[in-house]
Nanobody, 124 residues
């Protein structure tokens, strides 16, 4: 059984930074693509960023491009999301997810396992 545990959320002022981490266990981490998604109150879950199995390919939602950076450490079984220049509209619960394949996708339905989420609140 795969377990994903996010950490690093919190309250930050607009313009500030946070770094989210997701620790994975339960199956060989390096073979699987990872993604970050978020869900704001009253809104549907949306794609934020994804990374393929090796870390050599990444993609971002237009709303975070240039501000967020996804990375992974296959030796430590972790995936991270560095968030800079945060805005009030970035406020949401952030989830990491793992696909049953090496290629990363934006479609949340293609991910098999999800973490419990970590709250990010950006005050304006």
């Amino acid at each position: 059984q795969v377990q994903l545990v996010e950490s690093g959320g919190g309250l930050v002022q607009a313009g500030g930074s946070l770094r989210l981490s997701c620790a994975a266990s339960g199956r060989t981490f390096r073979g699987y693509a990872m993604g970050w998604f978020r869900q704001a109150p009253g809104k549907e879950r949306e794609f934020v960023a994804h990374i393929n199995w090796s870390g050599g390919s990444t993609a971002y939602a237009d709303s975070v491009k240039g501000r967020f950076t996804i990375s992974r450490d296959n030796a430590k079984n972790t995936v991270s999301l560095q968030m800079n220049s945060l805005k009030a509209e970035d406020t949401a619960v952030y989830y990491c997810a793992q696909r049953g394949g090496s290629v990363a996708l934006r479609d949340s339905s293609s991910y098999d396992y999800w973490g419990q989420g970590t709250q990010v609140t950006v005050s304006s």
